[in-house]
C-alpha cells in the first residue's frame, strides 16, 4: 500500500518560508519522479515543482521559480519542497505526488499516487 504523507505546513507571514517534507512508504521510491501541487478554495488543483527519479532534473511553475525548491533524499525516501519569500496568493493546500512516468507532468492526471495535502496560509 503506497503511502504519501505530508508534513510542515502552516501559516506564515508574507515574506516567510516553510518546508514541506512527504515521506512515502510501499513503493521503490527511486523509481518515481516526485512532484508537487497545490489547490486554492474554488480553484483547480495545479502543479508546482517536480524532479526526476535520478534528482538531476528539476522542474517549476513559472509563479514559483526563484521562490520554491525541489529535493529529494532517496536514503530518506523523502522529497521537500522549500518555499521562500512567500505571498498570500500561494495559500493553498500542498499537495505531494508520486510519478510512475514524467510525461505530462504538469497534469493532475498524470499521478500514480497522491498524498493528503498540507495546508499553508501566508497572511499579508
Known amino acids: 500500500q503506497v503511502q504519501l504523507v505530508e508534513s510542515g505546513g502552516g501559516l506564515v507571514q508574507a515574506g516567510g518560508s516553510l518546508r514541506l517534507s512527504c515521506a512515502a512508504s510501499?513503493?521503490?521510491?527511486?523509481?518515481?519522479?516526485m512532484g508537487w501541487f497545490r489547490q486554492a478554495p474554488g480553484k483547480e488543483r495545479e502543479f508546482v515543482a517536480a524532479i526526476t527519479w535520478s534528482g538531476v532534473t528539476t522542474y517549476y511553475a513559472d509563479s514559483v521559480k526563484g521562490r520554491f525548491t525541489i529535493s529529494r533524499d532517496d536514503a530518506k525516501n523523502t522529497v521537500s519542497l522549500q518555499m521562500d519569500s512567500l505571498k498570500p496568493e500561494h495559500t493553498a493546500v500542498y499537495y505531494c505526488a508520486a510519478y510512475h512516468r514524467l510525461r505530462g507532468f504538469t497534469s493532475p492526471t498524470s499521478v500514480s499516487y497522491w498524498g493528503q495535502g498540507t495546508q499553508v496560509t501566508v497572511s499579508s
Open positions: 510501499g513503493l521503490t521510491f527511486s523509481n518515481y519522479g
